[in-house]
């Protein structure tokens, strides 16, 4: 739980990797700080706000070496399409500070009861879906701000619709700058990816700005000034933690996800082993800081964790003085942030969302199963047409569904015997294949044996039991995992039904605990402990004992005229019937 304790062991060697990581993380960190802000709709020192102390926070609280926290456009985003609709006008810094100490308090407290594996049940293509829609929500979002022109509306479409209508009156400054940003970027990406190319293209379109003497172009400084200096403590609104905690979750969801799966990507190429648990703990401490000197609600960030990675660092310490670069950035060079032309971080944000749409992960999912299309499309079009913290949810929700789908699957299949006397399995609807037992009946199951295929499961039971000559149905439960009490009471059910009809039923092949299970909630009883017969060390022993058990209980033994291949089964193994 204090993981910064590895730096006791620093080596002087290692100094200059991680000063060179930090500053080639600053300056990417300090342009996107200010867009990501602007996504929001928030004063641009609230993304710098949340790269700066909470960094240092996150690198020396987090498992991981180093994955960056810090303002993400992920999390912006949800900010900035639910928070005017949630909290109003009114005083937004100081909600969205709450809100970031929310998240915080939420993300600590999953650490603290170790819900680190929740992040697993969120699929692939829910992810996908939301950052698809959330980079088109940026790129329409920026429009405005690449043309200089108003725009309105709530949805996705009324937002298209109202920009459309005032291109006529579209500023063709703003629109080279945007334009000409986003070609600087890619153009250094291209050149060598570990070049600083936001910060090199900020700096050139605003130098360009300057010469040209551009009196039109909006700046940082229209929007909201960057005070000068070291943020302040911010106490929360208490007030509105009733209206910010759906959103606090949203967030906080996204945040969880996010982080947890940056830094398990970096920790794959570097070998490091992670918890999941100290991830969340860093995370919320991070978010925390974030909150209480009124910066926005932060996560792991990939672009700056790859760029920290790959520039060399070798410890936490790096990402902790990229920290501290931004508060210094902060405290003397505020002004110059001040000059940045709006256009020019809108320009920025035209790459951030190309990098948001990939269309390989997406065609990679169409090709896939319907539950992912669906998963995929339903998230999506949630993000275009909901708030985007709804959208979360929307997404949560459909991973839920599609996890019990998947988990409600239980696999049922008939036990007999081949020509060569091996025991082999064969699906019900094909059991020609193996030769049965008319009076005792084996079937094999295989899923999990919870409340969601309870009713498959004594739908399966139920039908062999119309059997006429059927005495004693053997279920093995070798394959199984979990039994709850939904499924515990099917087979209780079914064991009731045979006794009263004078059969029975016989469970094999159960591990341990699941006996213990069956004996705590008071349904060995009900099964009869004489027809248990749990796992054994030697493959076939419990199956081989159940089946001569039942063979011994059966009344009237008669397979037809080829003789009972389960009997003839036990004499190859040495056992007489």
């Not at 929001?40 to 609280?61: D, E, F, K, Q």
Request: glycine share 8%; with cysteine; net charge neutral.
């Amino acid at each position: 739980m204090l993981p910064f304790l590895d730096l006791r062991q620093y080596e002087r060697a290692d100094l200059l990797r991680d000063l060179g990581a930090a500053l080639a993380v600053t300056f990417l960190v300090v342009p996107q700080g200010v867009a990501y802000a602007l996504i929001a709709g928030l004063p641009p020192h609230m993304g710098l706000y949340a790269a700066g102390l909470p960094v240092i926070i996150g690198s020396l609280m987090r498992s991981s070496r180093h994955a960056i926290t810090g303002p993400t456009n992920a999390v912006s985003v949800v900010v900035g399409s639910s928070f005017v609709a949630t909290v109003g006008q009114s005083d937004l810094p100081t909600a969205v500070a709450t809100l970031a100490v929310l998240v915080g308090g939420l993300q600590i407290a999953a650490s603290l009861l170790r819900l680190g594996s929740l992040v697993d049940f969120i699929s692939a293509p829910v992810l996908v879906g939301f950052t698809t829609g959330a980079g088109v929500l940026i790129g329409v979002g920026q429009l405005p701000n690449i043309t200089r022109t108003t725009s309105s509306g709530h949805t996705l479409v009324e937002k298209v619709m109202a920009w459309s209508e005032t291109l006529g009156e579209a500023h063709l400054a703003s629109v080279v700058m945007a334009l000409g940003t986003a070609a600087l970027v890619l153009g250094f990406r291209r050149l060598d990816s570990r070049l600083p190319g936001a910060s090199l293209a900020i700096f050139i379109m605003t130098g360009v700005s300057l010469l040209l003497g551009e009196q039109e172009l909006r700046t940082v400084a229209d929007l909201a000034p960057v005070p000068s200096g070291l943020p302040l403590l911010t106490l929360p609104d208490l007030g509105l933690v009733g209206e910010l905690l759906p959103m606090a979750g949203a967030c906080t969801v996204i945040s969880l996800v996010e982080s947890s799966a940056i830094a398990s990507a970096i920790a794959t190429r570097t070998g490091q082993r992670l918890s999941l648990t100290t991830e969340f703990l860093g995370e919320g401490l991070a978010n925390l800081t974030s909150g209480l000197f009124g910066g926005l609600p932060t996560a792991g960030s990939l672009s700056r964790s790859v760029l920290n990675e790959r520039s060399g660092a070798r410890t936490r310490l790096a990402g902790a003085l990229s920290g501290v670069f931004v508060l210094a950035v902060m405290a003397s060079l505020a002004f110059v942030v001040d000059l940045v032309p709006v256009a020019s971080l809108a320009g920025l944000l035209l790459v951030v969302c190309a990098h948001l749409v990939e269309p390989k992960p997406i065609i990679r999912i169409l090709r896939s199963h319907n539950s992912d299309r669906v998963a995929f499309v339903a998230t999506l079009f949630g993000t275009f047409f909901l708030h985007l913290d709804e959208a979360i949810y929307l997404g949560v929700g459909i991973s839920l569904v599609l996890f019990l789908q998947r988990e409600r699957l239980l696999a049922v299949r008939a036990v007999g015997i081949d020509d060569a006397l091996r025991i082999r399995e064969a699906a019900l609807a094909n059991v020609q294949r193996i030769r049965e037992c008319a009076v005792v009946r084996i079937l094999n199951l295989e899923g999990s044996l919870f409340f969601g295929s309870a009713s498959e499961l004594q739908r399966a039971l139920e039908d062999q039991l119309r059997e006429p000559k059927l005495r004693v149905l053997v279920v093995r439960l070798k394959r199984t995992q979990h039994i709850d009490i939904t499924a515990a009471r099917s087979l209780a059910a079914v064991a009731e039904r045979l006794r009263a009809e004078g059969r029975r039923l016989v469970l094999v092949g159960m591990r341990d605990k699941t006996i213990r299970y069956l004996r705590r909630v008071r349904v060995a009883g009900v099964l009869e402990e004489e027809n248990l017969f749990p796992s054994e060390e030697t493959a076939f022993d419990a199956l081989e004992n159940a089946i001569a058990h039942s063979l011994a209980h059966a009344a009237e033994h008669t397979c037809e005229d080829e003789g009972c291949p389960l009997a003839e089964w036990l004499e190859k193994r040495g056992r007489s019937v």
